[in-house]
């Protein structure tokens, strides 16, 4: 379980495909891998990814944290996309006195986004995103989402997605400020506003 307050950005070390398997290795400043075991789940552009190697470098001011990611998480998510040099959100799993700043994020991606409009401002971004149909139903109007991992309000709503306003702050934390027409980023729906509306439809759907 996640906040969705993203910790710091990592930087992608290496990407290796082999046998349905990608292998992604980043390297992040070592106070974020404080007492991680393997095993841990660690969010990466939201996404939960188990920790299978962590690697101290000889200058002890970063270390790499491997992954194993499968073709299901590829083929839903946009760490297929990630190459040398790509900056990733990080964020470790919650632990008991965690403080819940954002809202409770599963780190498992229900689709991904287009990015149809950005429009800076003096003091923010503004940024439009589009969704596969199927998933508008799930964004509400000042509600909740998860984009990268990064918990977010919604701004407008239309047919085809919704607004994002990005503050200074979020753009300086996240990998959202590098952001570009057509790229597509992580969504995590509230899973609130799923399970209710999900629960709804089933009921009304067994009164006929």
């Known amino acids: 379980m996640f906040t969705g307050i993203i910790q710091t950005q990592a930087t992608v070390e290496s990407v290796t495909n082999t046998d349905g398997i990608m292998r992604l290795i980043i390297a992040v400043n070592t106070p974020y891998v404080a007492q991680l075991n393997l095993g841990a789940s660690i969010a990466i552009n939201g ?3 188990t920790v299978v190697k962590v690697v101290e470098t000889a200058n ?3 270390a790499q944290v491997y992954f194993d990611v499968i073709d299901e998480t590829l083929a839903l998510t ?3 996309k990630l190459k ?3 900056l990733v959100n990080y964020e470790r799993s919650v632990t008991f006195g965690t403080e819940l700043g954002g809202h409770i994020v ?3 991606i229900h689709c991904v986004a287009s990015i149809e409009q950005i429009v800076k401002q003096q003091n923010n971004v503004k940024m439009q995103l589009s969704i596969p149909k199927q998933w508008q139903k799930y ?3 000042k509600g909740f989402v998860a984009i990268n991992g990064a918990s977010l309000t919604v701004g407008n709503v239309d047919e085809h997605g919704f607004w994002l306003h990005l503050i200074p702050e979020t753009l300086a934390i996240t990998n959202l400020s590098a952001a570009q027409l057509g790229d597509t980023l992580n969504i995590e729906v509230d899973q609130q506003t799923y399970t209710i509306i999900n629960t709804v439809e089933s009921y009304l759907s ?3």
Do not use: A, E, M, P
């Open 47 to 49: 996404c939960c990814l």
């Open 60 to 62: 002890n001011d970063q």
């Open 78 to 80: 946009n760490l297929g």
């Open 84 to 86: 040398q040099g790509s």
């Open 106 to 108: 599963s780190g498992h």
């Open 139 to 141: 964004v509400l109007y």
């Open 206 to 208: 067994q009164q006929g």
